[in-house]
DNA sequence: CGGTTATTTGACGGGTATCAAACACCGTGG
DNA sequence: CCACGGTGTTTGATACCCGTCAAATAACCG
């Protein structure tokens, strides 16, 4: 029932928390019980929940973020398959500083922060394999600040769009991956100011159908960041 | 000349990076002719050197930021005496992701990263240290996050007041701990707002003279958080 | 199919940015 | 000591991006 597919081992070694990990580590460090399901929409933790363990997904989103006292949400991340997160929380005071929630039926591996922390002990390379993580989650949240600061919502929207899509020039169908109200959180905008930004770039070579967006030309969306209206 | 006072003693045992080390541990980071001086606006180091060192701040400030093409500067943090920055950059493939410039004379301890990995090897606690650390970086950057999103300028602007004045309740003289300029960046508003703002909080207790403000009643000033006008 | 949740569209107002100019502050050099 | 240029700060007028409120529409799910 919580068996690890081929896939799932796949995403494991693949990960960079784990690479470079001898199968025994792997193997101390997941407990085949500590698979869980979470459907779409439940929370997996909440902030300040006392934190046991640090995740990676097999399957599914899960979403990071903080509520304002009023109840207006902010999301701080979303992550995918493959990624791990919380590597934080082993310190902090052992509080999750952050709510996590899945935004689809998702499977993970719950990694006890207990047992890292020994095998930390016996096996410190593996301490520079969490400080990686982490400096990884640091970097992205670093841009995140950069552009909340530097950039209207609309060249956010299109760089958005940019990252999504592979490559930098050409032609690209992107599949939005998840609601366009939550990518609209991410980027820092209201649903409405998402709509209509994506809406206007329907005049640059942009086509909408549903959560599926059409680039007609990857190269000159990036122009579009430098140029007004 | 690259002394070490006993007060320098006192900042290095309090960090949290140090604080736990055996004095063994910290001779052996601290290289005494790695304390190293820079003067008010000279640059430590560049987004994309490569990364030998993180520091501990003795003396002065040192601003992290980021510049986008156009040459526009968003500060991503601020730190001070007695702090350390810099952690992630042991990893990350061993590049600085953002500049570092001092904003006052500073002079700051220099650790070096290939001295630290072997104590880690050695002493697996240090990991922890640093992680501990990191973590701290981590949540201050989401706090930011969740406040750009989630607050408007004028919030940012009193919460900024109220986190900088020590207690919580009473009177309070706050001495801003750098120009208003630099703090405009780092609440993510320009000069001009940051100026109008806070001359408009007069109205509700603040009294400005030059960088000293004083606040009449800090409780009174946190119920502004949620009025308008 | 009905009810809930997303998304779009419109009208409107306000919060910040922008541009511009006056002013204060500070260290330097005459 | 004062003149002076440079930087930091304030103040004003104006523009506009984006948020808010509201309603219509579309998509979704049981």
Known sequence: MCLLTPHDWTLIKANPLFAGMEPADIDSLINVNAVLRVPRQQALFARGDPARALFLILEGQIKLSRLSPQGDEAVVHVFRAGESFAEAAMLMGGRYPVDATAIEDSRLIAVSIERLKDRVMIKPE????????????????????????????????????????????????????????????RLGMKPETFSRLLSQLVAHGVEVDGGIVTVRDLAHLADQLEQET
Do not use: W, Y
């Not at 060249?155 to 990518?183: C, N, T, V, W, Y």
């Open 126 to 185: 593996i301490a520079f394999a969490m400080l990686g993580s982490m400096a990884q989650h640091l970097h992205s949240l670093v841009s995140q600040i950069e552009q909340l600061k530097l950039m209207t919502a609309r060249q956010r929207m299109i760089r958005f769009l940019l990252d999504e899509a592979q490559a930098d020039s050409g032609m690209s169908r992107i599949a939005l991956p998840h609601d366009k109200g939550l990518i609209a959180n």
